[in-house]
């Protein structure tokens, strides 16, 4: 396998608006930035709709947002890191426009801010309307190509860190010229979410969790692996990733119906506005009852739907629906990955010369759920974090890793996403999770294309076993309330594996 040598630079894997923001921050240090697409093309980043939180109006502070933000995370965010980073939120707006980002204005040029669930004042700084993501990623795209010291390699999947003593000093990846590896002593995870390792996501399909297998593997520590959110209603459709119909829907009075027209919401405090993770609940519970779920937005009065939601119109025709005649088929999809690679507020993670950023880390600024628009919010400020952070560590010695001599064997999620789906959806029990734990084992320990995708699903498995409790996004139907005590969960993937091998047997006997 060919060794690269990088002169120093520092590997960033994973070219969203973590990864970019971090490219950036560390100009004019040496940056190579391996991807997996095409810059731009594929990520969550650029799928992101609503837009970005920060306390910017008159009638807001960071305090409000902190309060809003804690309230979301039922008691599991870590006050001092979601203080640091909301505090950071306006400087990193003001950045995002420095670097080109075309924010909505209103007539007199002032930023539109926008309103969304769970928070308290209008805060979401959006452009092009909703399509926020796609127009913050085109010039931090365009200016990482166009800065010298960054190296952007694409078609570059990082497969395994190589590491020594616990400290970094390489990256192995598969290219488009095969396998090599990167000698660094310094390398940045930030790889996005997870929403590609189950059936049903709203995240692009690379996105399974490939960072936390790179650091889990190199023997980091994860944080709060068990809680995924879970979007209510993403279109229903054999596409993937399944497509999202907005909350605003919602918001503008479409309403909730199965296949024989009963509204199943009625009763549940808030009805349809209910907190996300109520709404995917409910939608779960009636899905496994057998039904099938609707966004009715027929009968609402003077929506014009196809100008009010122009992109949903788009792709609900593509599915073959009219939003305007016929009810939209939804169901529950997972959305985001509030647990991680757990990191400090540095984005140093448990193993010397690496650091994390983005949705893959844990920041605990999310707790067990995420408040919406939050986390481009996180990407931005922990980015720039990260890179503060590099600029000031000396490396302890040179980057000089053995050439790994196994062949590389492409990873591919899809015999996991059905074992996995099943047990550490939106509702959890004890022993659908164990009986998934002991069939992800195998998969795991083959080494075969499922192999890092299976300890990825492991370890969320193993997590949501151990917390017996309901708190946030995680709901146990044989733990339905909250423990006394919010206590955040760390674990490594030689704990996971043990904790599996133990459940082995039983499930056998
Ligand atoms: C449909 C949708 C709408 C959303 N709307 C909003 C919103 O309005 N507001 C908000 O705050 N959040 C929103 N989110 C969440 C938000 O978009 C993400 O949390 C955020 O963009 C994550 O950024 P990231 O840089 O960490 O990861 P990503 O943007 O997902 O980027 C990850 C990158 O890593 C690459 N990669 C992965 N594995 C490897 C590997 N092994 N080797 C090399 N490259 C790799 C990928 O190709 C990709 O380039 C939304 C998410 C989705 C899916």
Not at 147 to 152: D, G, L, N, W
Not at 252 to 267: K, S
Not at 303 to 319: N, Q, S, V
Not at 459 to 482: K, N, Q, Y
Request: one cysteine or more.
């Amino acid at each position: 396998m060919d060794v690269i040598g990088t002169s120093g630079a520092c590997i960033i894997v994973g070219g969203g608006l973590a990864g970019l923001t971090a490219a950036l921050a560390l100009a004019p240090r040496p940056v190579i930035l391996l991807t997996k697409a095409p810059l731009g093309i594929e990520s969550s980043s650029v799928l992101a709709q609503g837009g970005i939180a920060a306390s910017l109006g008159p009638d807001d502070d960071f305090s409000l947002h902190l309060a809003d933000t804690l309230k979301a995370g039922d008691g599991l965010c870590d006050e001092s890191a979601a203080r640091a980073i909301l505090k950071a939120a306006p400087a990193a707006i003001d950045e995002l426009i420095r670097r080109g980002v075309p924010f909505d204005r209103n007539g007199e040029g002032k930023l539109t801010l926008g309103l969304e669930a769970a928070h308290s004042r209008r805060r979401i700084v959006h452009a092009g309307g909703d399509s926020s993501g796609r127009e913050i990623m085109r010039p931090l795209t365009r200016r990482a190509r166009e800065t010298p010291s960054i190296t952007v390699i694409e078609g570059a999947t990082a497969r395994r860190l190589l590491v020594e003593d616990n400290t970094v000093t390489g990256v192995v990846a598969e290219s488009t010229r095969g396998p090599v590896v990167f000698a660094t002593e310094r390398a940045v995870i930030a790889t996005g979410g997870i929403g590609g390792l189950f059936q049903y996501g709203t995240n692009p399909a690379g996105s399974w969790g490939e960072g936390m297998a790179l650091a889990a593997t190199a023997g980091a520590a994860m944080a709060d692996l068990e809680f995924i959110q879970f979007h209510p209603t993403a279109l229903d459709s054999v596409s993937f990733p399944l497509k999202l119909i907005s909350e605003t829907v919602r918001g503008e009075g479409a309403i909730l119906i199965d296949e024989t027209g009963h509204r199943f919401m009625v009763g549940v405090p808030g009805a349809e506005l209910a907190p996300r993770d109520v709404v995917a609940r409910a939608v779960w519970r009636h899905m496994a009852a057998g039904h099938r779920v609707f966004l009715d937005a027929r009968d609402v009065p003077d929506l014009d739907f196809p100008r009010r939601f122009p992109a949903i119109t788009g792709f609900c025709h593509a599915a073959g629906i009219d939003p305007v005649t016929q009810p939209i088929p939804i169901r529950p999809a997972a959305h985001y990955h509030m647990g991680g690679i757990a990191v400090d507020l540095a984005g140093r993670t448990s193993v010397e010369g690496l650091w994390a950023c983005g949705e893959a880390a844990c920041t605990g600024l999310h707790g067990a759920n995420r408040l919406a628009s939050n986390s481009l919010l996180e990407a931005a400020v922990c980015g720039r974090l990260v890179a503060e952070s590099i600029k000031g560590t000396m490396p302890r010695r040179r980057g000089n890793p053995r050439a790994d001599a196994r062949a590389l064997v492409s990873a591919n999620p899809s015999a996991v996403r059905k074992i996995i789906s099943r047990a550490a959806g939106v509702l959890r029990d004890g022993d659908d999770l164990a009986a998934t734990a002991a069939e992800l084992l195998p998969f795991a320990l083959a080494e075969g294309e499922a192999s890092d995708p299976a300890l990825v699903g492991l370890m969320i498995v193993i997590a949501a076993l151990r917390r017996r409790e309901s708190r946030g996004a995680h709901a146990r139907t044989d733990f339905p309330c909250r423990a006394a005590h919010a206590r955040s969960s760390t674990l490594r993937l030689n704990e996971a594996l043990a904790a599996a091998r133990e459940i082995v047997p039983e499930t056998v006997a």
